[in-house]
């Protein structure tokens, strides 16, 4: 635990759901209605440093996460990613998992998936 990162002081009560080692929460600035974050409970910066354990509880969150989406915004696919290190768009140095809901028409032309998302978001 790091005294001054957002994700490891992140209030309690606005936990979505969680696991043994990860919780998951909505993006702060989401690009799509439903965006969530999946976070590990242990302070690390990225995936690579994740143990096994980690990395199966992460995924067992993902599933978790897809479900509820599914049920509560009812959307048409998903987008899953993670940023690692500042040139490839990190800003927290806390691995964090973005699972971003992606709705039928919500871009003009949805190829490429993530890389063109901002620049053809259609309002939501």
Do not use: W
């Given at each position: 635990?790091?005294?001054?990162?957002?994700?490891?002081?992140?209030?309690?009560?606005?936990?979505?759901?969680?696991?043994?080692?990860?919780?998951?929460?909505?993006?702060?600035?989401?690009?799509?209605?439903?965006?969530?974050?999946?976070?590990?409970?242990?302070h690390f910066p990225d995936i690579f440093s994740?143990?096994?354990e980690e990395v199966l509880d992460l995924h067992?969150?993902?599933?978790?996460?897809?479900?509820?989406?599914?049920?509560?915004?009812?959307?048409?696919?998903?987008?899953?990613?993670?940023n690692i290190g500042e040139v490839a768009g990190?800003?927290?140095?806390?691995?964090?998992?973005?699972?971003?809901?992606?709705?039928?028409?919500?871009?003009?032309?949805?190829?490429?998936?993530?890389?063109?998302?901002?620049?053809?978001?259609?309002?939501?």
């Amino acid at each position: 635990m790091k005294k001054d990162c957002v994700f490891c002081n992140y209030p309690r009560r606005k936990i979505i759901m969680e696991n043994e080692m990860a919780f998951a929460i909505y993006d702060k600035y989401p690009v799509n209605q439903g965006h969530m974050l999946l976070i590990p409970k242990r302070h690390f910066p990225d995936i690579f440093s994740a143990t096994p354990e980690e990395v199966l509880d992460l995924h067992q969150l993902t599933e978790k996460a897809r479900d509820y989406l599914l049920e509560k915004y009812n959307p048409d696919g998903f987008n899953f990613g993670i940023n690692i290190g500042e040139v490839a768009g990190q800003t927290i140095f806390h691995l964090h998992i973005h699972i971003i809901p992606r709705y039928l028409g919500d871009v003009k032309n949805p190829r490429g998936g993530i890389r063109n998302f901002k620049e053809n978001i259609v309002d939501y």
